[in-house]
């Protein structure tokens, strides 16, 4: 499907001016444009501006809330239990992630439970937000509010979400943070939902038809009755995303998947978040000149037929951003859901145009 290449300060543009429509006000549509756009010059389209006619629907849903924040529900010292009130993730996300930042200086280490946000997009953003303070840190992420997706290992319907985990380890030197950040599914749903918007198939083994077979064909996670999305490495990320549930969900007082709780079609996460000051443990100057040379070592091996090079966790969203800099293709099926999001949310059509051309 044709693309358009859009500036990342024109799609910062459209997100601040849709949320403004919305009714956000102060930071709240700069955190969500900087995090929608950062997907985006990521090489993350699924957690980019494509979100945005998910967003506008959540408000309109009473869903979603504009000018909401993070509110302290528990604070045990170095634990603290966070509710995000269904605001915008960007901002409980942002503001539980700078409350364990502040603690972890204090107590070392913090374990911060976020429940009951609105989506907080791409996981790795809040893992860098910690790595950039020179904090180590893990997230366990687990999605509620609508139907599952994923099949558990074995099974051909969806029991859970793509439930993502990160671990982020702080760089210097003007080198990107190791950061692992992915899906325990194949694939994660927006990137089915990109693929369907480009007329592409997804991959082999990503993706299970209503009736538990196998296939390539994205349309099976938007028709009814629903497919299906696997688990990666079979029981292992299948596993992983079990513990994903329990630890980002039930330990943290949010959500499950288990159908006693109420699925209105919103996209809601609960995170534990695991941030450590590594001068409590080590030092910082230690960690990095340890984790550089491990990952110096890491590199150098030889490669095998069929791979350039050696890659380290983090390095494809740092060249992304180097080669997106100057222009995010955009492909037009999701051009399409943005004109009719900005519409939705308010704004007039002449003012869309001029955003989208």
Not at 28 to 37: R, S, T
Not at 94 to 109: M, S
Not at 233 to 253: R, T, W, Y
Not at 347 to 354: F, M, P
Request: glycine share 12%; proline share 5%.
């Amino acid at each position: 499907m044709p693309e358009i290449t859009f500036q990342p300060q024109q799609l910062r543009r459209y997100v601040t001016e849709v949320c403004a429509a919305l009714g956000s006000e102060g930071r709240e549509a700069e955190l969500v444009a900087d995090q929608l756009v950062g997907a985006n010059l990521a090489g993350h389209d699924s957690h980019g501006v494509g979100m945005m006619p998910a967003y506008v629907r959540g408000v309109l849903a009473e869903q979603l809330f504009c000018n909401r924040h993070a509110t302290v529900a528990r604070d045990g010292d170095a634990v603290l239990v966070v509710e995000g009130n269904r605001a915008f993730g960007q901002v409980a996300g942002y503001e539980a992630t700078e409350l364990a930042i502040e603690r972890a200086r204090r107590t070392g280490v913090a374990l911060v439970a976020l429940r009951n946000s609105f989506h907080i997009g791409r996981i790795g953003h809040w893992g860098e937000q910690c790595a950039a303070a020179g904090m180590v840190s893990l997230h366990f992420v687990n999605v509620a509010g609508h139907p599952p997706v994923v099949a558990p290992y074995g099974g051909s319907d969806g029991r859970f979400t793509t439930n993502p985990v990160c671990i982020a380890i702080p760089a210097a030197g003007g080198r990107p943070p190791v950061l692992l950040d992915m899906a325990t599914s194949v694939i994660a749903l927006g990137k089915v939902r990109v693929a369907r918007n480009k007329g592409e198939q997804v991959a082999e083994r990503a993706l299970l038809a209503a009736d538990g077979q196998g296939t390539t064909d994205p349309e099976v996670m938007f028709s009814r009755p629903q497919g299906a999305i696997m688990a990666f490495g079979d029981h292992k990320g299948s596993g992983l995303a079990i513990m994903c549930e329990l630890l980002g969900a039930a330990l943290s007082g949010g959500d499950t998947t288990a159908p006693h709780h109420a699925r209105d079609g919103s996209v809601l996460n609960s995170m534990l978040s695991i941030v450590i000051d590594p001068g409590a443990v080590t030092s910082h100057d230690a960690l990095i000149a340890e984790a550089e040379a491990f990952c110096d070592h890491v590199k150098a091996s030889p490669v095998r037929p069929g791979f350039d090079e050696v890659l380290l966790p983090g390095e494809p969203e740092a060249r992304s951003r180097a080669a997106r800099a100057e222009g995010i293709p955009v492909d037009d099926g999701t051009v399409a859901e943005l004109r009719l999001a900005a519409e939705e949310a308010g704004l007039a059509a002449d003012r869309v145009a001029a955003l989208l051309g």
